[in-house]
């Protein structure tokens, strides 16, 4: 069976870091695009970041140079390093198994809440 | 970057009623375009790619069509279950792969 499951969200104060992860099971993450898609509290959905199978990675202007994606073959595994937070990027954040034409599968989410 | 703008917003509708929900991309996006059904609480779960092809499990009632920039997810009888926030997307060459903004079908 296919599964996403996130963790490391939580409550964080502005500028401060954040490490989600991502772990994958039921298929290899390296023959698959990876990204995280994140939705603010009674908002739609945005598309953040991506990791390629090949590990070529792309973001969103908004977080770029900020958010870091990254995997570990090994361990099957995604992260979305995140610093200099702002309060807009308060959301959930989903990890998800990514393709060239659609996400074919969601995790459930986990929270991220920037705030003083 | 690629806008998705859905129409309506909102729509209200009954069980067994015909359901007819637009998305307009700011740009050609070809065929690849998706539509995502989510329900409160819950992630979102693909229903449509490549404009019209049905994902795996996703009973006949739903289907997709367009092309280029303009495309539209259909629900043929709405079932009880079908109430909820519908959304597009695009995966057209790079990214951002933007969503459109979502439309909510109630009763």
């Known amino acids: 069976e296919v599964q996403l499951v996130e963790s490391g969200g939580g409550l964080i104060q502005p500028g401060g870091s954040l490490r989600l992860s991502c772990a994958a099971s039921?298929?290899?993450?390296?023959?698959?695009?990876m990204s995280w898609v994140r939705q603010a509290p009674g908002k739609g959905l945005e598309w953040v970041s991506v990791?390629?199978?090949?590990?070529?990675?792309d973001y969103i202007e908004s977080v770029r140079g900020r958010f870091t994606i990254s995997r570990d073959t090994s361990k099957n595994t995604v992260s979305l390093q995140m610093t200099s937070l702002r309060a807009e990027d308060t959301a959930v954040y989903y990890c998800?198994?990514?393709?060239?034409?659609?996400?074919?599968?969601w995790g459930q989410g986990t929270l991220v809440v920037i705030s003083s | 970057e690629i806008v998705l703008t859905q129409s309506p917003a909102t729509l209200s509708l009954s069980p067994g009623d015909r359901a007819t929900l637009s998305c307009r991309a700011s740009q050609s996006v070809r065929y690849y375009l998706a539509w995502y059904q989510q329900k409160p609480g819950l992630a979102p779960r693909l229903l449509i790619y490549?404009?019209?092809n049905r994902a795996i499990g996703i009973p006949a009632r739903f289907s997709g069509s367009g092309s280029g920039t303009d495309f539209t997810l259909t629900i043929s009888s709405l079932e009880a279950e079908d109430f909820a926030v519908y959304y597009c997307q695009h995966h057209n060459k790079s990214p951002p792969w933007t969503f459109g903004q979502g439309t909510k079908v109630e009763f």
């Open positions: 990791i390629y199978s090949g590990g070529q990675t």
């Open positions: 998800a198994r990514d393709s060239s034409y659609a996400v074919l599968g």
């Open positions: 039921g298929f290899t993450i390296s023959n698959n695009y």
């Open positions: 490549d404009a019209s």
